[in-house]
């Protein structure tokens, strides 16, 4: 079956009768990093195995969008319409600028010593970036390069418009996915290892407070919190043992989307924001669902 109900709301959210279309196959065996591009309606996956980061549209199928990719994990879209990434290989946040040809590193060091190897990300309506900073990169070739840690702690980090980097939390064993309700008042971080959400409230200065435990996932199936995402109405969507939980406000699981191998990540995308595209290894799904999820904010353009 391709839902596991835990609740009857889940049917609110999902079609009872949708199936799962391969729109990408074919890659390395370790795809991660989806994002919608709302303006220009394409989508961004990056193959970790093969080192690249591809784009997908409906209309113009699968290109390259940047290789070598530096092992890029996370991708977000910027309120400019430009690809922020995570590089494992470099240890670095960069951007992709709009020309389409020339990369940015945005930052690559706290306090003087090499950031990890950042992995999620995500910009907010004020420009400020996201993002979370496990070793993945350091400790497994599978997904990076093996080197010696400079720092002693797994973080979290917001860097400003101006260019200064803040750590906001520095308690995770693995902290991976994070996402904003939809009024970005509070800031979910997954921590892998520990298989549990967390949540945090966002302060006016952009520091957080808070931390408790919002929700574990469990279940024997392979599968761990890692990619996350919301949906209009604050539910609340994160990989698990499966497939992707799906939860409700409260941290209540309301149901599971069952995917057929090891989903590390999926966003919403499409014109109207009701596609779930799941990147399930080697093949990057889609889904439709009942209801549309937050989609990256793009600046409004002036006449």
Known sequence: MLYDLRDQAFLNLVQEDAELEPVITGLGGISEGTIWHPAENFLVVSDLTAGIVYRWSEAEGQSILRRPSNITNG?????????????????????????????TVLVSHYKGKELNSPNDIIVDSRDRIWFTDPHYGRTNPRVGVLRDRELQFQGVYRLD????????????????????????QTLLINDTDRRHIRRYTVNADGSL??????????????????????????NVYCTGPGGVHVLNGQGKVLGVIRTPDLTRNFCFGGRDGKDLFLASSATIFRLRMKVPGVLPQLAKQRA
């Open 161 to 184: 418009p101006d260019g200064v980097l803040t750590l906001v939390a520095d308690d995770f064993l693995q902290p991976n996915g994070l996402c904003l309700t939809p009024d970005e």
């Open 209 to 234: 407070s808070g931390g408790e435990v919002f929700a574990e996932l469990t279940g024997d199936e392979p599968g761990k919190p890692d990619g996350m995402k919301v949906d209009s109405r604050g």
């Open 75 to 103: 991708n977000f879209i910027d309120r400019q319409g430009r690809v922020v990434s995570c590089e494992h290989a470099t240890s670095c946040v960069s951007r992709i600028e709009s020309d389409g040809r020339r990369v």
